[in-house]
């Protein structure tokens, strides 16, 4: 892999949040350090 690439899982999670128009709540969870994690959580 390059380092040109090396957040390309940033730039896809993104685009997907900009899909899901996501909003609080929030459906796509940062955990730092870590990666992502789907919420469970329904309002």
Do not use: C, F, H, W
């Not at 940033?10 to 796509?28: A, H, M, T």
Request: no cysteine; net charge positive.
């Amino acid at each position: 892999a390059s380092d040109y690439d090396s957040n390309i899982v940033d730039v896809y999670v993104k685009n997907i949040r900009n899909k899901l128009d996501d909003k609080p709540p929030k459906l796509i969870l940062t955990i730092r350090g870590r990666g992502y994690m789907l919420s469970t959580e329904q309002s």
